[in-house]
């Protein structure tokens, strides 16, 4: 079928208005045309997808390139982020405001003075810690974009859009990005809730630790004191105590429950767990499930809190691309994958190992590394790759840092370096990886 026969004869003369013969063929010609070139500008986009940021040199900066390494932005940037949402946050120059440019390079809009350098766009938004015209920074630590504890309090959040429209400004601190509709917050009490993307609050702030969410689940912390017989007798030790001591030495009482609860975008309680039993370290829900902490090891849980698989484990991170990475001899034990049914799919036997990214991820086995697929089958060969960590895949590299000066080159998915070029003959004329 060609383009042509998309449409009939009775719908390209609706469409183009006309019942001319030599008019809709001229018309359809340009039709077929334009849309060969959208059609083609986007397989080059799929191809190439969006720029990766990388590291040029020590002081030299940032550029972005592609899948193959080449350079795609003329730009090189003192800072720079990773592409999200078809922007990006850089620095040009030392000594001047962050700017969002697209994929071309284009500036969209400069940042005002930010307290810290944004991450990227979440959802369409960008999140940018401000501070308000009063806050007096000198030039040097307006440069670095640090942030001083003395400027803390006069620093607020703001949203923009991918247009670089203000669309929230919040007074709060500590706001995190905005997941199923609300994103977490600090009161002024130092304690947690969640405010929606008009800044109201929608849960109200009770929490001492509270995480993003995900799968419209989050895991939090809610802190009370211990009653009972104990901790009165306890109380009242201390208020004796007390009165032997100056105010600002009072003993006061540190014997709280914490409680882990997994709630909904409302804020209702989905599964309250034992107090002091259960842990969280950030988890998030992926493909349905989160990983929480307990005195046996490390567990899954569903989106109703419910244990999913009765084996624990002593370490197991998030599920990404249907494999989770689990360990069960602790610090010294070996590592291996399982399946959403809690199946051991890859069995232990990595002395080190990483997400799967793109349907890859980065193990270790005697000092060597290598690429495997989701069935555990090395995709690439074992090699003693000089470097700390491989980083997880993005639009086809994965970033790498090196043992010996710490310089970080990109790989492909073959376990070659694509950039810096000039890495690309050491590595291919050394049997064994790079040779530095």
């Not at 919040?170 to 009161?187: I, M, P, T």
């Not at 929480?292 to 624990?312: H, L, P, Q």
């Not at 470097?387 to 080159?409: D, Q, W």
């Not at 998915?413 to 530095?436: C, I, T, W």
Request: aromatic share 12%; hydrophobic share 35%; glycine share 10%.
């Amino acid at each position: 079928m060609c383009c042509f026969d998309l449409l009939s004869a009775q719908e390209w003369t609706t469409l183009l208005g006309t019942e001319s013969v030599l008019e809709r063929v001229v018309v359809k010609f340009v039709v077929v045309f334009w849309l060969c070139l959208v059609l083609n500008s986007l397989s080059v986009y799929a191809e190439d997808h969006l720029p990766v940021c990388c590291f040029v040199g020590k002081d030299e900066g940032k550029e972005y390139i592609n899948q193959r390494g080449e350079r795609v932005l003329p730009g090189r940037y003192v800072k720079a982020r990773n592409f999200s949402h078809g922007r990006a946050v850089v620095v040009t120059k030392h000594h001047s405001p962050a700017m969002v440019i697209d994929t071309q390079g284009n500036i969209v809009f400069t940042l005002p003075f930010t307290m810290l350098m944004p991450h990227g766009y979440v959802n369409g938004w960008l999140r940018v810690e401000e501070a308000d015209e009063q806050c007096a920074l000198c030039s040097a630590a307006a440069a670095s974009q640090t942030l001083k504890r003395e400027d803390a309090d006069r620093q607020y959040t703001t949203f923009y859009d991918v247009n670089g429209q203000v669309v929230l400004k919040s007074g709060l601190k500590g706001v995190g990005n905005f997941y199923d509709g609300v994103a977490s917050a600090r009161h002024e009490n130092k304690l947690y809730g969640y405010i929606n993307k008009k800044g109201e609050w929608c849960i109200p702030p009770k929490y001492t630790k509270a995480g993003d969410f995900s799968e419209e689940r989050a895991l939090v912390v809610l802190e009370t004191k211990k009653r009972g017989v104990g901790a009165l007798m306890r109380r009242f030790s201390w208020q004796i105590l007390n009165v032997f001591y100056t105010p600002e030495f009072e003993i006061e009482d540190s014997k709280t429950n914490k409680q882990l609860l997994l709630i909904d975008t409302t804020g209702a309680v989905i599964r309250a767990f034992p107090p002091n039993k259960y842990r969280t370290y950030g988890g998030r829900f992926r493909e349905g499930k989160a990983v929480i902490t307990k005195d046996s090891g490390d567990v899954f849980i569903d989106r109703e809190g419910k244990e999913v698989f009765a084996e624990n484990f002593a370490l197991a991170a998030d599920f990404t691309e249907g494999r989770a990475l689990v360990n069960k001899g602790g610090k010294d034990g070996k590592w291996g994958y399982i399946d959403t049914t809690g199946r051991l799919v890859i069995p232990y036997q990595f002395d080190w190992a990483y997400e799967f990214s793109e349907g890859v991820a980065t193990v270790g086995v005697d000092g060597r590394s290598f690429f495997i697929d989701h069935s555990g089958t090395r995709i690439t060969e074992a090699k003693e790759y000089p470097y700390r960590r491989v980083g997880p895949f993005k639009n086809g590299l994965a970033s790498a840092r090196l043992i010996v000066n710490g310089e970080t080159v990109y790989l492909n998915k073959a376990g070659h370096v694509v950039y810096p070029p000039r890495f690309r003959v050491k590595e291919a004329s050394s049997d064994q990886g790079m040779n530095l």
